[in-house]
């Protein structure tokens, strides 16, 4: 089974929108983290935000927020107020605690083309 | 800039020739990652390094690749004898190490990635 699953291969949103980018994941592990990485054109993955499994509250960072649901096992991007530099791949990726044996591989998901329409 | 480098950021090579990359994490970080991205896919994972010792290896690392971190500062990945099949980006990424418990149990060990290596095999 897919560890991390993006069931949106593109998405298009207008700018000054807000949009959501899905993501489930799937793990045995009560410990684990999960992280959102933005990959322009250029290539290099830019790190967005991060949530932690025991985390109480939603994660946010400027014009990112994760909406956590751990029951459903789902972490969604939401950007608020879309810009036209948001145009990009969007990957979610989960690290697993391994019961504590500490793995700091991330497992990425299929990701997500964002466009931002003018 | 004291982001972390990859070199080259393209190579061409002929099927069954040896290519060896070159990453330099961000200096303070003691844990390097590299990851193979190809084409509409994300990154998967080969192989970390916690200072010079290479700690997890994927089963994607097969007999033809090796890498190493001899000082604990910058890594080389090579691959001997490629196949078409090597074709990818190569990504490598630093963190550091946070205390237990900073964070939660799982930790946040942001990576941050360097721009990559596009290697081609004809």
């Known amino acids: 089974a897919q560890k991390i699953t993006q069931t949106q291969p593109g998405m298009f949103v207008q700018e000054k929108e807000a949009v959501t980018l899905d993501c489930t994941y799937d793990?045995?592990?009560?410990?684990?983290?999960l992280f959102w990485y933005k990959q322009p054109s250029s290539g290099e993955m830019i790190f967005l935000i991060y949530?932690?499994?025991?985390?109480?509250q939603n994660a946010t960072e400027g014009r990112y927020s994760l909406n956590f649901q751990k029951a459903r096992k789902s972490a969604n991007l939401v950007i608020s107020a879309s810009q036209l530099g948001d145009s990009a791949m969007y990957f979610c990726a989960m690290r697993e605690d391994r019961s504590g044996a500490g793995s700091y591989q991330l497992t990425f998901g299929k990701g997500t083309k964002l466009s931002v329409i003018p | 800039d004291t982001g972390v480098s990859q070199d080259p950021r393209h190579k061409i090579t002929k099927r069954g020739q040896n290519v060896t990359f070159r990453c330099d994490p961000i200096s303070e970080h003691n844990r390097l990652y590299w990851y193979r991205q190809t084409l509409g896919q994300g990154p998967e994972f080969l192989t970390y390094f916690q200072n010079e010792a290479q700690l997890e290896k994927s089963r994607l690392l097969s007999d033809r690749f090796s890498a190493e971190r001899p000082k604990g500062s910058f890594s080389t990945l090579e691959i001997q004898r490629t196949e078409q099949g090597d074709s990818a980006m190569y990504l490598c990424?630093?963190?550091?190490?946070?205390?237990?418990?900073?964070?939660?149990?799982?930790?946040?060990?942001?990576?941050?990635f360097g721009p990559g290596t596009r290697l081609t095999v004809l």
């Open positions: 949530q932690g499994s025991y985390d109480q």
């Open positions: 793990t045995s592990d009560p410990s684990y983290g």
């Open positions: 990424a630093s963190s550091r190490t946070f205390p237990t418990g900073t964070s939660g149990r799982a930790g946040f060990n942001e990576q941050f």
